[in-house]
């Protein structure tokens, strides 16, 4: 564009929001313009990466990542109870195949069906400290914060579309979210209010299902049905969405999950050798 250095640099300064993030943006992408390799250099010096930062490298980060969170999402017990069910199918997999494939999809979609994204879990990731750490870097100045949410007892459903339409609340709603947050051990018990409409008890369902359907695969695994033992097995990864969109998306894998499971049933097996 042609456009001087200045004239940007001023657009950044009126526009007000983040303006010495988006002016060192400006200023690096300039510098990457004209020697991208010292400025990847300079922006990924070689250091130890602490293990929160990168990908896990094996079962056990994996597990333990997913431990640290199911723990934080409720308590130890429910993070045990995760625990518990990844080492059975590492046991039996190490035992009839080798190799951690069908243990590291349980570690990850078991997890991610433990921890489906209730009220409970929004209002702890609201009030964990992180989000705000990261609006306090994007934004400078005085700035209030609003939630645009759809309360499933108090918001109406849009005319048009039949979805709940979301409402407006102001920065005091950070403080009803941590009273909420507290109150995540009513989570699944018969005080949970939140926990009896449709999508949640569907949520439960799924981590009953994925349990029987895991134990159901280790019965019979062997080296002959272990790779359509692990894309069963991970199928949650395509369970996505929120309402609507994640009842189309589970019922999408239920009908896969079928179909995968009369194959793994009629897949010939043979005794180890």
Do not use: C
Not at 47 to 56: A, K, L, T
Not at 113 to 139: H, N, P, Q, W
Not at 166 to 176: E, N
Not at 216 to 236: C, F, G, K, T, Y
């Amino acid at each position: 564009m042609p456009l001087h250095r200045a004239s940007i640099e001023r657009a950044i300064e009126l526009n007000g929001v983040a303006v010495e993030f988006n002016a060192q943006s400006f200023l690096w992408g300039r510098r990457a313009a004209v020697d991208l390799e010292r400025v990847r250099r300079l922006a990924m010096p070689a250091e130890v990466v602490p293990i929160e930062q990168h990908f896990s490298r094996n079962l056990g980060e994996l597990v333990e990542r997913r431990v640290q969170h199911l723990t934080a999402y409720q308590d130890a017990a429910y993070a045990s109870r995760y625990r518990t069910l990844v080492e059975r199918v590492r046991a039996v997999e190490q035992e009839r195949v080798g190799g951690t494939k069908l243990a590291e999809a349980v570690a990850r979609y078991y997890a991610k069906l433990l921890a489906y994204k209730d009220e409970y879990e929004v209002a702890r990731l609201y009030t964990s400290g992180d989000f705000m750490k990261k609006v306090a870097r994007m934004f400078e100045g005085d700035y209030r914060v609003h939630f645009h949410l759809a309360p499933p007892l108090l918001a109406k459903p849009d005319p048009l579309t039949g979805e709940p339409k979301k409402m407006r609340f102001g920065p005091w709603m950070l403080r009803a979210f941590g009273l909420l947050a507290a109150l995540k051990g009513l989570r699944g018990t018969p005080l949970d209010v939140f926990g009896r409409t449709a999508e949640r008890r569907v949520e439960r369902a799924l981590i009953g299902e994925y349990e029987a359907t895991v134990q159901s695969l280790l019965q019979s695994l062997s080296r002959d049905n272990h790779s359509l033992a692990v894309e069963i097995a991970s199928l949650p990864e395509t369970i996505r969405g929120f309402g609507h969109v994640k009842a189309k998306s589970i019922e999408a894998a239920r009908r896969k999950q079928a179909e995968l499971t009369g194959r793994y049933r009629a897949a010939p097996v043979r005794a180890a050798a």
